[in-house]
């Protein structure tokens, strides 16, 4: 059965995934913001979790630098359907936030996989 949980709550469950990132690694993070919605777009999957939409650093070159930031969604409904307790959507928030900005560093959803965050 899925939980119920205010948004205010789920926003900091994200929050403190990104808290919980190292900072030699989140130093690393730039032009990123992250947002939570409330579903996924209409063209994408209804149960997707997360999206990155942006230039992987690995993609990036001079033509790059003077765009809008790139942006990582959490998208709550489908995380909340999803999780049976709380511990469950803590845990769950926390691999969305890190596969979404593991692709900002341009680690592909194959590689996340392997390592357990897919």
């Known amino acids: 059965m899925p939980i119920e949980m205010d948004r ?5 469950l994200v929050d403190e995934a990104l808290d ?3 900072e030699e690694l989140a130093s690393l993070v730039h ?14 999957p209804a ?11 690995t993609q990036r070159d001079s033509s ?8 990582v ?5 489908p995380l909340l359907d999803m999780c049976e307790s709380e511990e ?3 845990e769950e928030v926390r691999i969305t936030v890190v596969h979404e900005i593991a692709h900002h560093f341009g680690i592909s959803d194959a590689r996340l996989h392997d390592l357990g965050y897919a």
Do not use: K, Q, S
Not at 8 to 12: I, L, T
């Open 73 to 77: 969604f959490v998208f709550r409904n």
């Open 88 to 90: 469950e959507l803590v």
């Open 47 to 57: 149960d997707l979790l997360g999206l990155y939409d942006g230039v992987a650093l």
């Open 31 to 44: 032009n990123l913001v992250v947002l939570v919605e409330d579903e996924p777009p209409a063209h994408e």
């Open 8 to 12: 205010e709550r789920f926003d900091a």
């Open 64 to 71: 790059t630098l003077m765009h809008l930031p790139d942006r």
């Open 20 to 22: 919980a990132i190292p």
